[in-house]
Nanobody, 125 residues
Framework: QVELVESGGGLVQPGGSLRLSCAAS????????IGWFRQAPGKEREEVSC????????YYADSVKGRFTISRDNAKNMVYLQMNNLKPEDTGVYYC??????????????????WGQGTQVTVSS
């Protein structure tokens, strides 16, 4: 049974940091790219970042470049999203998702076959 489980969300003040984790089970993470997406209240879900299989190329939305870092540990079947200098506009539910094969259009949500249930991130003073 394929499963993705996010963790690490919470309440943090502006300028603070959080590290989100995505635990994969039921499949071999090595061959999948993993993306992070988020959905703010009243808004559509949007892309945040992605890390490819193979050479672990990384991709970021302009809004998070320089502040977020995605990484993976295939031995542990884990992907991480380190989020620094958080802003109120980063608030939302964060989802990880998995897709097979080479990366094209990393931000296309319909290319991702498996999704987690999400973890809430709230940035507020």
């Amino acid at each position: 049974q394929v499963e993705l489980v996010e963790s690490g969300g919470g309440l943090v003040q502006p300028g603070g940091s959080l590290r989100l984790s995505c635990a994969a089970s039921g499949f071999t993470l090595d061959y999948y790219a993993i993306g992070w997406f988020r959905q703010a209240p009243g808004k559509e879900r949007e892309e945040v970042s992605c890390i490819s299989s193979g050479d672990s190329s990384t991709y970021y939305a302009d809004s998070v470049k320089g502040r977020f870092t995605i990484s993976r540990d295939n031995a542990k079947n884990m992907v991480y999203l380190q989020m620094n200098n958080l802003k109120p506009e980063d608030t939302g539910v964060y989802y990880c998702a998995a897709r097979w094969g080479p990366i094209t259009d990393w931000d296309r949500q319909d290319y991702y076959a498996y999704w987690g249930q999400g973890t809430q991130v709230t940035v507020s003073s």
